[in-house]
């Protein structure tokens, strides 16, 4: 009888969680992906607006539900956050066909998502989880800060738009950046990564996540334009994100390709 061999525990490169090498970009990269975006959508012949179509649609079902049903603005907003990576990444793969030569095919944009869709939804779903979290967390600081007996939804957006009460709005401001921080921290790259190269949702967090921490200032400088472009856009009765949201997604593509360094790119 012969002894059986040790078994070494060494997992193959397809078992571990891929490192992406991620890049140092300027103070000004952001600008650049702006005007980057702005040509895809224009080369594009305006087949993301399709997309900016879908987000306005969403932002003015929310105030109609709002102004009639609010009870069921929580769940509604829900289903948006589950949608909207999906979404997204049809506006990724426009821009990606560009860079590969392609034609522009709206269809195959809209379908894209299958590529990798285990770990898309994946995501989603964690996208969703923050936003319900967030929204708990809002009723608990409105309720400790709150003269009120029951912090309503309507009563919410009056302390949050008065400036009777500072310290609410000194807490609520700042747990809404650690929060906004957190999302943008995991949401950097992650999306336009697993659809280019069906990459896990857990490694798709990490590498946005030491994008942002290897690239502070021009990616806290990103997410602060993509706030006042949307901002803008609401002003304008959400028809604004018909132009905006194109833009910002066929930009985020950009964003993507100059912090991950691709394969030929690594030593």
């Not at 003015?60 to 589950?82: D, H």
């Not at 379908?111 to 989603?124: D, E």
């Not at 400790?144 to 919410?156: A, I, K, R, V, Y």
């Not at 929060?179 to 990490?206: E, K």
Request: proline share 4%; hydrophobic share 55%; net charge neutral.
């Amino acid at each position: 009888m012969t002894s059986l061999d040790p078994v070494t525990l060494d997992p193959s490169p397809s078992d571990a969680m891929p490192a992406y090498r991620i890049k140092t970009i300027t103070l000004g990269a952001p600008l650049v992906w702006l005007k980057r975006g702005a040509e895809d959508f224009l080369v594009t012949r305006f087949r993301g607006a399709l997309y900016g179509l879908v987000f306005a649609c969403m932002g003015l079902t929310l105030v109609f539900v709002y102004e009639t049903r609010w009870q069921l603005t929580m769940g509604l907003t829900a289903g948006f956050f589950l949608l909207g990576p999906f979404v997204c990444a049809g506006l990724y793969e426009l821009s990606r066909q560009r860079e590969h030569g392609h034609v522009a095919n709206l269809f195959d944009s809209m379908v894209c998502w299958k590529r990798n869709i285990g770990s898309i939804a994946f995501f989603a779903v964690i996208l969703t989880f923050c936003m319900i979290v967030w929204a708990r967390v809002s009723v608990v600081i409105f309720a400790l800060f709150s003269q009120t007996d029951f912090p309503t939804l309507q009563g919410m957006l009056k302390q949050i738009i008065s400036f009777d009460n500072l310290e609410f709005l000194a807490v609520w401001m700042l747990a809404g950046f650690m929060f906004a921080s957190l999302v943008f921290a995991i949401s950097v790259v992650a999306v336009p990564l697993m659809l280019d190269r069906r990459a896990d949702t857990m490694s798709a967090i990490f590498t946005s996540a030491r994008a942002l921490w290897a690239n502070m200032l021009p990616l806290y400088l990103w997410a602060a334009l993509i706030v006042v472009l949307i901002g803008f856009s609401l002003v304008l009765s959400y028809v604004g994100l018909i132009l905006t949201a194109p833009v910002i997604g066929h930009a985020t593509w950009h964003a993507y390709r100059d912090l991950v360094a691709q394969a030929e790119e690594v030593d």
